[in-house]
């Protein structure tokens, strides 16, 4: 799912003016009364990196990212090989999630322990469904890396941007799929819907109605995505704190997986009705 970390809006550093100092009369800091050679000594060194502007960057955030999912991958090779471990990767997952959400200030360690916890369950449930469906953890990888390539190019290009009607659309659709998913489990356990997926289980002309959900739902992530990269974006242009690209990271991370979980389910739900 997106996340809209309290961070993002309460840092003065994601103000229009984060970030910057001037001086007397309009001068940046630190130029007035500076020799020429001091002058010329600033402009031919090497553009700050986010070391030492501690700013997000893209490619700080990149590579936080690109470490989250090391991460997730770890964890999916130990859960791949002991299913078992899926359930206690659910579990912890989604504490972790719900500390890092409501965390003010982003930890790297526990954004970095829940993505270990979701690699756990990622891995787990695929080597159970793959133990089913010969096959369908490559095609729900090839799927989700589908989706995820297509939202980033159709957002860097500008042809996709999040904006306040279709984000209301995505919160709605959220809600509504959220009661539906309780309801479900809540049926299922009690026995009144007695299909291997529930009320997913059930054939519109002959087509389950999980697979129609599924495809919803693939749409919801792509959404998601964007608003994933609009924060990323926002916080590039705005100078936030370094530190948030931990916050990108973690929520990348779960969008994924949550991609991929749905296709996941959504291809089984189709070769179970073969």
Same mark, same amino acid.
């Given at each position: 799912m997106a996340f809209s970390n309290p961070g993002f809006s309460q840092s003065p550093a994601f103000s229009q003016n984060g970030?910057?100092?001037s001086g007397q009369q309009g001068s940046p800091v630190g130029y007035d009364g500076m020799t020429a050679e001091q002058l010329q000594q600033l402009y031919t060194q090497p553009s700050a990196g986010p070391d030492q502007t501690d700013r997000m960057t893209y490619e700080d955030t990149i590579t936080k990212t690109a470490i989250a999912f090391a991460v997730v991958v770890v964890g999916a090779a130990i859960g791949w090989f002991v299913p078992a471990l899926a359930f206690v990767g659910a579990i912890a997952g989604f504490v972790l999630a719900l500390v890092n959400i409501f965390k003010k200030k982003p930890s790297p360690g526990l954004v970095l322990a829940y993505s270990a916890a979701q690699g756990l369950f990622v891995g787990g449930i695929s080597s159970i469904f793959e133990a089913q469906y010969a096959g369908i953890t490559t095609q729900a990888l090839l799927g989700t890396g589908s989706v995820f390539v297509v939202t980033l190019l159709l957002f860097r290009s500008g042809k996709v941007r999040e904006s306040a009607k279709a984000t209301k659309v995505?919160?709605?659709a959220m809600v509504g799929y959220l009661l539906f998913s309780v309801l479900n489990l809540v049926l299922s356990l009690t026995g009144v819907v007695s299909t291997p997926w529930g009320l997913r289980g059930f054939e519109i002309a002959g087509i389950p109605v999980g697979f129609f959900l599924g495809i919803?739902?693939?749409i919801m992530a792509a959404y998601s995505l964007v608003l994933d990269f609009t924060q990323v974006q926002t916080g590039v242009r705005r100078? =936030?704190?370094?530190?948030?690209?931990?916050?990108? =990271?973690f929520g990348i991370v779960m969008t994924v997986v949550w991609l991929y979980i749905e296709i996941l389910r959504m291809i089984a739900i189709l070769r179970g009705n073969d």
């Amino acid at each position: 799912m997106a996340f809209s970390n309290p961070g993002f809006s309460q840092s003065p550093a994601f103000s229009q003016n984060g970030g910057r100092q001037s001086g007397q009369q309009g001068s940046p800091v630190g130029y007035d009364g500076m020799t020429a050679e001091q002058l010329q000594q600033l402009y031919t060194q090497p553009s700050a990196g986010p070391d030492q502007t501690d700013r997000m960057t893209y490619e700080d955030t990149i590579t936080k990212t690109a470490i989250a999912f090391a991460v997730v991958v770890v964890g999916a090779a130990i859960g791949w090989f002991v299913p078992a471990l899926a359930f206690v990767g659910a579990i912890a997952g989604f504490v972790l999630a719900l500390v890092n959400i409501f965390k003010k200030k982003p930890s790297p360690g526990l954004v970095l322990a829940y993505s270990a916890a979701q690699g756990l369950f990622v891995g787990g449930i695929s080597s159970i469904f793959e133990a089913q469906y010969a096959g369908i953890t490559t095609q729900a990888l090839l799927g989700t890396g589908s989706v995820f390539v297509v939202t980033l190019l159709l957002f860097r290009s500008g042809k996709v941007r999040e904006s306040a009607k279709a984000t209301k659309v995505f919160m709605i659709a959220m809600v509504g799929y959220l009661l539906f998913s309780v309801l479900n489990l809540v049926l299922s356990l009690t026995g009144v819907v007695s299909t291997p997926w529930g009320l997913r289980g059930f054939e519109i002309a002959g087509i389950p109605v999980g697979f129609f959900l599924g495809i919803l739902v693939v749409i919801m992530a792509a959404y998601s995505l964007v608003l994933d990269f609009t924060q990323v974006q926002t916080g590039v242009r705005r100078g =936030a704190p370094r530190i948030y690209g931990w916050s990108a =990271a973690f929520g990348i991370v779960m969008t994924v997986v949550w991609l991929y979980i749905e296709i996941l389910r959504m291809i089984a739900i189709l070769r179970g009705n073969d």
